[in-house]
């Protein structure tokens, strides 16, 4: 009896088989994929998407696909790749405007020009995006010093499933009209809307670096050397605590225990008097001050080696500085670690098996005031992992919000925090 | 509210903060009717709350009546934040006003929403730091007021605003929820950032009821120079040409020829009565890098057409040069019984062309207008002069800030850059955001607040209720000496 349903119609174009492939995200395939043109352009693909319904993936450059719960359904490849211009740029005023699928390397380059940076610096700027850096709130190894996306975001177009696309902030640098609806999707995983274009400060690139090494015998006084680097006025870009794989495995074939990586940038005579102040806190520290050849590539790669390729299980503790020295002692010998105790930040490559253990040691550990995630797992390994954790308080406000922009939950369905 | 329920709902808050701090009062209530804002209404209740669950209690309270409440607490808002437009209940924070714990540990204070901006950062002198965000008020605003507007300050240049400073917030819910949001001592937290959200909210979503903020090492040393100029423009472009050179200063304040003459009268801060511009640039670091950037910018604000460059050789003379910025409002009393101060910025290239028609704007209405502003941020304060007791100066003095104000969102700037939309502003937000940018924002509110009752009347355009009264009206008692003698600067 009634009327018989005809086959769902989904909106957008056919895909190839190796765009399937490319697009998979926890071993899901996509039916069709929307590459929009610009901001309007995506709100009208959104909307077909909302109307059929169809769930929608968002994709930048792929970097952070692997972070999150595995999508509830996943019909449409919703991807930024023909969205990559750098729509303003204006030195002399600190900011410019790009399109959410411009590679950061791009975006690098083009402010280089001009003797300027982001001076946020997540994994692989030669593929991600500056609309998925938004989106998974990736920050790189500078934020004890600069901060994160929220601190340089000043401006966002926003492509919602009703079809249109709202502005929030601006592009002046000191700016409070209106709500900071930058902060709501910033790290919102693109699932409260497509973050179609970004306003952001920028600053001038430092006139000098360096870096000092210090090796230590165990994590505890390195890291006890990192947090105090991080108290002090003439705080480092980055200070990070390798064990010795990750020291490996970021190029730098040592034969150190632990390492304490101390990134200085600023006015030169800053960074001179920054070199002593690390020196000498390593020292006291007990660490030795090395003086090995730094492969050129070392930073970059201590960079991405927290977005790793392939199979890798990656665990990510954040939690008060004070108690980055108790996460790092929890760290299992198998596990290799590099640790940003300026930040809080502890993260660590695991095994398969170790890796459900693992989780739940450092979240007890972690308590109320941190939290730890899985930021990257093969989808075998993530089905058996509570990714997120329990969701934070106030989660029922963050599903009210999730329900007034999204209310066909179209977007990135069940990727996000408590199944949002 | 009738009588009848006004005595209803006071006798429900006072089960909740006891006899004396819930009142009614027609006589008190206009105490709680103004703020730094022109604009006026009265509340129909006060209440005082002591802890983070009598504010829960209370907000839930006005929820279940469905009466409007606006929180309130140093009521230094330029921009009418916390005036009772819709009458109902004002909170106050002025027995929350304990900073709760000072954490060097995690670089961390939690206080309550009443204390004051100043009050922290001299709280945390003893150990070593500071909360960098410091609003002109500073001495009078309180960080939950902070928080509500997401303030500034001269310094944000380099360290922020004050989202880029709080971590983590508690407030009350319209639900009469108490809800801890953000990674407080931690960096963050997971889940939607709806610290971020609130910060700057204008208290339409929640009442805060305690916060989290970041603390950092006081500077060694703060170097201040002042710079000469001819005029406004040549000014501006030394800006940029400061910026250029890669340094960023913590502050670039600017104050142009009428400023300089109403603060030399006022407070004899050492600015030359010829000059047609002056700046104060800081940099702040360990004395060597203090020194050499103090002298770099010295040569570039002379190679940019600076007649005279001074740097403070100590702190008392630093402190001379800030004293004259610091009182530039309280200064504008020399000038004229009345002024009104804008918030607009624009993109700091289009200071030159924004600051020419503001004068264009002055010559043309006969109105005098100060310039006294954040040159760094492009965050500019123009102060219009008038007679609040000349019949239609109030209005035509409003009439040429929505003029300003326009003229900032066509020059790609906003309509408010650390004051608040509040009263003031909620029909020059059309400016800069479009019906679909509101809806979206308007949807977002209604998730915490579904019958508008959280300081209504502010932040959105059009819901057609007005203040009660406007200070200005005909027959309102002058003010005696217009924030004469106060240490008010924006």
Request: net charge negative.
């Amino acid at each position: 009896m009634g009327v018989k349903a005809g086959p769902r119609v989904l909106p957008g174009h056919q895909i190839t088989g190796a765009d399937q492939h490319r697009l998979s995200v926890d071993d899901l395939l996509p039916s069709k994929i929307m590459h929009p043109g610009d901001a309007e352009d995506a709100a009208r693909g959104l909307r077909l998407c909302d109307l059929a319904p169809a769930s929608v993936v968002v994709w930048g450059g792929g970097t952070q696909m692997r972070l999150g719960a595995p999508p509830r359904r996943y019909d449409i490849a919703f991807s930024t790749e023909r969205m990559t211009r750098l729509l303003e740029y204006e030195p002399a005023d600190l900011t410019c405007r790009v399109e959410a699928g411009m590679r950061l390397s791009d975006l690098q380059a083009a402010l280089g020009a001009q003797g300027q940076r982001l001076p946020l610096d997540p994994p692989h700027p030669q593929r991600a995006t500056v609309g998925g850096m938004v989106a998974a709130n990736t920050n790189g190894l500078g934020r004890a010093r600069y901060g994160t996306v929220r601190d340089w975001v000043i401006g966002i177009a926003v492509a919602y499933p009703s079809g249109k696309v709202a502005r929030a902030g601006g592009k002046v640098v000191k700016n409070v009209a209106g709500y900071d609806l930058m902060k709501l999707h910033i790290g919102a995983l693109g699932t409260l809307g497509v973050v179609a274009e970004v306003n952001l400060k920028v600053h001038a690139i430092p006139e000098s670096k360096a870096t000092v090494l210090g090796h230590f015998e165990a994590a505890a006084p390195a890291v006890a050397a990192g947090l105090q680097l991080a108290r002090s006025y003439l705080a480092p870009a980055a200070a990070i605590v390798l064990d010795r794989r990750a020291l490996w495995e970021c190029g730098l074939s040592a034969d150190w225990q632990w390492t304490l990586a101390v990134k200085l940038e600023g006015y030169a005579r800053e960074v001179e008097a920054a070199r002593d102040q690390a020196g000498g806190i390593i020292h006291d520290a007990g660490g030795r001050v090395e003086t090995a050849d730094l492969p050129p590539t070392f930073w970059d790669a201590a960079r991405d080696w927290s977005a790793p390729d392939g199979d890798v299980v990656l665990l990510r503790a954040i939690a008060p500085i004070a108690s980055t020295p108790t996460l790092s002692d929890a760290v299992p010998p198998e596990a290799s670690v590099i640790i940003q105790p300026a930040a809080g930040v502890v993260d660590l490559r695991v095994t398969p098996s170790s890796a459900a253990p693992t989780l739940q040691r450092m979240r007890s550990l972690a308590g109320d005031g941190g939290q730890v995630v899985v930021a990257s797992a093969p989808p075998s390994v993530k089905s058996s992992l509570d990714v997120w954790g329990p969701p934070p308080p106030g989660f029922p406000i963050m599903r009210a919000l999730k329900q007034a922009l999204d209310p066909n939950g179209i977007l990135n369905s069940g990727r996000f925090v408590g199944g949002i | 509210m009738d009588g009848a329920d006004r005595e209803r709902l006071l006798a429900r808050l006072r089960e909740v903060v006891g006899e004396r701090y819930a009142f009614a009062d027609p006589y008190e209530m206009r105490l709680y009717q103004y703020d730094a804002s022109p604009e006026t209404a009265l509340p129909d209740i006060v209440v005082i709350p002591a802890t983070s669950e009598e504010v829960a209690r209370i907000v839930k309270i006005c929820a279940e009546s469905r009466v409007p409440l606006t929180p309130r607490s140093g009521a230094s808002s330029l921009a009418g934040g916390t005036v009772p437009v819709e009458g109902g209940v004002v909170i106050t924070f002025a027995r929350m006003d304990r900073v709760l714990e000072i954490d060097t540990e995690n670089l961390r204070a939690v206080v309550q929403p009443g204390v004051v901006n100043l009050a922290l950062s001299q709280a945390l002198k003893p150990h070593g730091y500071y909360y960098a965000p410091d609003p002109s008020s500073q001495g009078a605003c309180t960080i939950g007021g902070n928080v509500a507007t997401n303030a500034g300050g001269p310094h944000t240049l380099i360290y922020g605003v004050t989202v880029n400073h709080v971590t983590g917030l508690e407030v009350a819910l319209p639900s009469g929820e108490l809800v801890r949001v953000g990674g407080c001592k931690s960096a963050e937290a997971i889940g939607y950032d709806l610290t971020g959200l609130l910060v700057g909210s204008e208290g339409t979503m929640a009442v805060v009821t305690q916060v989290w903020v970041k603390i950092q090492p006081l500077p060694p040393v703060q170097k201040t120079l002042m710079a000469v100029y001819p005029d406004v423009a040549t000014a501006s472009n030394a800006v940029s040409a400061i910026v250029r050179t890669g340094i960023l200063p913590a502050a670039i304040e600017m104050m142009d020829k009428l400023s300089i003459q109403a603060i030399e009268a006022a407070s004899h801060a050492g600015y030359p009565l010829d000059a047609g511009a002056v700046l104060l640039l800081e940099v702040d670091g360990i004395p060597e890098v203090a020194q050499e950037l103090g002298e770099r910018m010295a040569k570039v604000c002379r190679d940019n057409g600076a007649t005279e460059v001074r740097i403070a050789r100590n702190e008392q003379e630093r402190q001379a040069l800030w004293k004259g910025r610091k009182g530039a409002f309280s200064a504008m009393g020399r000038l004229s019984s009345d002024f009104y101060v804008m918030d607009g910025v624009v993109p700091r290239t289009k200071l030159p062309e924004t600051l020419a028609k503001i004068d264009a704007i002055s010559e043309r209405t006969g109105f005098k207008i100060c310039n006294v502003f954040h040159a760094g941020d492009g965050n500019l304060h123009p102060l219009v002069l008038f007679d609040a007791f000349q019949a239609g100066q109030y209005e035509a003095v409003l009439r040429i800030g929505d003029e300003i104000l326009k003229l900032c969102a066509q020059a790609g700037g906003s309509v408010t850059g650390e004051h608040g939309i509040g009263l003031e502003k909620r029909e020059n937000i059309r400016y800069v955001f479009s019906d679909d940018d509101l809806e979206v924002m308007d949807r977002v509110r209604r998730v915490f607040d579904p019958h508008l009752l959280m300081n209504p009347g502010k932040v959105f355009p059009g819901n057609g209720l007005q203040p009660s009264a406007l200070r200005y009206s005909p027959g309102y008692p002058r003010r005696q000496a217009v924030a004469g003698g106060e240490d008010l600067w924006v």
